[in-house]
Structure formats: structure tokens, C-alpha cells
């Protein structure tokens, strides 16, 4: 008996829990393909160098995590005017980034504003006159 009343209990916990999950997956917005993309930090930007030389160096290297962890390691070696170069390509992405990001949303706010007030005028236009179409019958007769 209290083999089969946990069972039934666990069996709804499981749905609430599934219904949550829902629900949270389902409140995500959904992503813009038009955003531009976040820029590399200094590391990444160095990662992308790396990776080419390691390739070059290791052609039989077919391991993701093996590349990653020697890059993170040397990039730990290296001093500070080192990484110097890096970080300055890295911010000089960060700076282009910023200026494509102040445009996308300068035409994200410029343009969708009067996109919705079109659609929505669009709409209850036709709904309008739609209903007057309905009514007029309906009072002629």
C-alpha cells in the first residue's frame, strides 16, 4: 500500500516538475539572428591563433578539450605585456561591437515602433470594418 502512494506521489511530483521546466523553457525569449554577436574576450582572441599553430604543430590532433587545455595553460605563461597585443584586438572589438550595437538598437527602436502601431491600426481597420459591414446588413433588414 504505502509502496503504491509514494509511487502515485512521486508520479505527480515528476509532472509538476515537467510542467515548471515548461513553462520556464516557454517564458524564453526568443533570439534575434540580427544582434550582433558579443565580441572575444583578450583570451579568445588568443585561442584563435593558438588553435591554428597547435594544428600545425599536432596534425593528428583530433581532441577539442586537449587544444583548450594547452591553450589555457599557455596562456597562463604568458606575462602581461605579453597578452598586451591581445587584449588591444580584443578591445578594439569591443569598441566596433559597441558601435554595432547602438545601431541595432537605435533601428530596433525606431523601427519596430512603427511597425506595431501599422499592424495594429492594419488590423482594427479591417476589424471595423468588418463590423460595419455586419451591422448595416443587419439593420437593413
Given at each position: 500500500?504505502?509502496?503504491?502512494?509514494?509511487?502515485?506521489?512521486?508520479?505527480?511530483?515528476?509532472?509538476?516538475?515537467?510542467?515548471?521546466?515548461?513553462?520556464?523553457?516557454s517564458?524564453?525569449?526568443?533570439?534575434?539572428?540580427?544582434?550582433?554577436?558579443?565580441?572575444?574576450?583578450?583570451?579568445?582572441v588568443?585561442?584563435?591563433?593558438?588553435?591554428?599553430?597547435?594544428?600545425?604543430?599536432h596534425?593528428?590532433?583530433?581532441?577539442v578539450?586537449?587544444?583548450g587545455?594547452?591553450?589555457?595553460?599557455?596562456?597562463?605563461?604568458?606575462?602581461?605585456?605579453?597578452?598586451?597585443?591581445?587584449?588591444?584586438?580584443?578591445?578594439?572589438?569591443?569598441?566596433?561591437?559597441?558601435?554595432?550595437?547602438?545601431?541595432?538598437?537605435?533601428?530596433?527602436?525606431?523601427?519596430?515602433?512603427?511597425?506595431?502601431?501599422?499592424?495594429?491600426?492594419?488590423?482594427?481597420?479591417?476589424?471595423?470594418?468588418?463590423?460595419d459591414?455586419?451591422?448595416?446588413?443587419?439593420?437593413?433588414?
Amino acid at each position: 500500500m504505502k509502496g503504491g502512494k509514494s509511487k502515485t506521489k512521486a508520479d505527480t511530483t515528476l509532472g509538476v516538475r515537467k510542467k515548471a521546466m515548461e513553462s520556464k523553457k516557454s517564458k524564453k525569449a526568443a533570439k534575434d539572428p540580427n544582434k550582433p554577436k558579443r565580441p572575444p574576450s583578450a583570451f579568445f582572441v588568443f585561442m584563435e591563433e593558438f588553435r591554428k599553430t597547435y594544428k600545425e604543430k599536432h596534425p593528428g590532433n583530433k581532441s577539442v578539450a586537449v587544444v583548450g587545455k594547452a591553450g589555457g595553460d599557455k596562456w597562463k605563461q604568458l606575462t602581461d605585456d605579453e597578452k598586451a597585443p591581445y587584449q588591444a584586438k580584443a578591445e578594439k572589438r569591443k569598441a566596433e561591437y559597441q558601435k554595432n550595437m547602438d545601431a541595432y538598437n537605435k533601428k530596433l527602436a525606431g523601427g519596430d515602433a512603427e511597425d506595431d502601431e501599422s499592424d495594429k491600426s492594419k488590423s482594427e481597420v479591417h476589424d471595423d470594418d468588418e463590423d460595419d459591414d455586419g451591422s448595416e446588413e443587419g439593420d437593413d433588414d
